[in-house]
């Protein structure tokens, strides 16, 4: 049986968090009708299906980096704010770690207003995940803020840990 270095494994969670993260951009990014169910059931299935997995490869490639955590959530797409009680996570780390041990992971739609909208019907989109976690009480993420995070801060940083560990060919 051929032994896997945790250097590949980083490298390889690495890159499937940073295909995840772009398609988590697009998803959280994009105006959906207000009136189509079946648009917005797949959307809700993908997205879900998308952090999850971005989460989980994101942390297992953070893991092997110092500077972590500390790596705001500061760039929204949508502004908004939570109709209910809950706090709003700040933390890429604190986020992606929700998310992996969620109990209740949900989409949060919200409706634009028709100045907005591209949609001549009206428009929904996903501002926030809400996540609940059998340890930590719910909380919004925003799942834009988390792939802007990754792909702006955190992957520079593995990257750089690649070029200095890897020797030149």
């Known amino acids: 049986m051929e032994e896997v270095s ?10 499937r968090a940073k295909e995840q993260a772009v398609i988590v951009w697009a998803l959280a990014s994009a105006q959906y009708p207000l009136d189509h169910g079946v648009i917005q059931q797949e959307a809700t299935v993908l997205l879900i299906e998308s952090i999850s997995n971005f989460s989980l490869n994101a942390r297992r490639a953070l893991e092997s980096i110092s500077g972590r955590t500390g790596i705001k959530l500061e760039q929204p797409r949508w502004r908004w704010v939570p109709k209910t009680e809950g706090e ?4 890429l780390w604190d986020s992606l770690n929700r998310i992996i041990h ?5 989409v949060g739609w919200e409706e634009l207003p028709s100045d907005a909208s591209v949609i001549a019907a009206g428009a929904i989109v996903v501002p926030y995940i809400q996540a609940e976690t059998d340890r930590r009480p719910l909380a919004f993420i925003d799942p834009f803020a988390q792939a802007h995070a990754f792909l702006y801060h955190a992957l520079p940083l593995l990257e750089s ?7 030149v060919q």
Do not use: Y
């Open 102 to 106: 969620a109990r209740k992971l949900e």
């Open 161 to 167: 840990g690649f070029r200095t560990t890897l020797p």
């Open 6 to 15: 945790s250097e590949s494994i980083v490298r390889h969670s690495t890159s």
């Open 88 to 91: 709003v996570a700040g933390d």
